[in-house]
């Protein structure tokens, strides 16, 4: 017996970030948009705990117990007293190491997944709360569709969204690493004060209108210039993408993928072709969002 969830990558349309926390953690005003790239994860019972993974960049994914799916599934076994013998097997849409959330994504479906296959009967508040011990990012690959991410990201409130909004993500010849981004983050901020992240009031509202025009005008990232210190070269892409008609073009998180907002789905195939041609990144996708979260199919 098997259970197969399907789990969206996200987008940062605004990414706010605070000082560092005595925790090391910072302070976030995180807004997310989940996107139509899939991570599908299956769970079948075995003897014992294994992960496999097919798909690109496949072989950047550690197979072992720090792999957020697997964790996931242990975190869960040990709240029900049961053991975590299953193979996970992932596969593989979402770029690695991007910034789009791939592992996050992995987490919340094995333990959608997990929950599923062997029947605990855990509230969605239960899941969120184990998806918030994983990551970050975890709870809202849970979630889904847009929302706000506040504290280090993982207290979510969910946002109203009055279309579909048309993006094309340029995939870098390598990956960062999130902790040296944010690490880079403190070293460029060293001597300032840095604000209390809060939510752009303007961006909220382009989002709840579905209007493409007024969030180009409002998406940010506090990440960006952290993210293009230790990879230069992305600043080319993200002039490559303007070039080629983009309303707006970010770094997509910590990075390295870019995102580009489009008008619409034809404008993002136009993009998508230009970048292919520019020679400043190693793939291209379009997307669309927002979508649902972690599903079971």
């Known amino acids: ?33 989940a996107v139509g790239l899939h991570d599908e994860v299956t769970v079948t019972a075995a003897d014992e705990l294994r992960v496999t993974c097919a798909g690109p960049d496949a072989a950047q994914v550690p197979l072992d117990r720090t792999n957020l799916a697997a964790r996931a599934a242990l975190l869960l076994a040990e709240r029900y007293g049961r053991d975590a013998d299953v193979h996970l097997h992932i596969a593989k849409d979402i770029p690695v190491a991007g910034g789009m959330a791939g592992g996050s994504a992995d987490g919340a479906g094995a333990l959608l997944a997990c929950d599923a296959l062997w029947g605990t009967g855990a509230s969605r508040e239960e899941l969120l709360d184990i998806c918030a011990e994983l990551g970050s990012d975890v709870p809202f690959s849970l979630v889904g569709g847009a929302a706000l991410g506040t504290g280090r990201g993982e207290r979510l409130t969910g946002l109203e969204v009055g279309g579909a909004f048309h993006w094309v993500f340029a995939m870098a010849s390598r990956g960062l690493s999130t902790p040296a981004v944010f690490r880079e983050f403190d070293r460029l901020g060293e001597g300032r004060k840095i604000p209390e992240p809060v939510a752009s009031r303007e961006l909220l509202e382009a989002l709840a209108k579905g209007d493409a025009d007024a969030l180009a005008a409002t998406v940010s990232n506090d990440l960006q210039p952290a993210a ?3 990879f230069p070269e992305l600043a080319d892409t993200l002039a490559a993408g303007r070039a080629a008609g983009a309303l707006a ?37 379009t997307a669309s969002g927002p979508v649902p979260g972690a599903t079971v199919v």
């Open 249 to 285: 073009s970010l770094v997509s998180g910590s990075g390295p993928t870019t995102a580009f907002l489009a008008r619409d789905a034809e404008a993002a195939e136009g993009i998508a072709g230009a970048l292919r041609a520019s020679g400043t990144c190693r793939d291209v996708r």
């Open 228 to 230: 293009l210190s230790l």
């Open 1 to 33: 017996m098997s259970v197969t969830v399907r789990v969206p990558a996200k987008v940062n349309v605004q990414l706010a970030v605070g000082a560092a926390r005595p925790d090391g953690y910072h302070d976030l005003a995180n807004v997310f948009l």
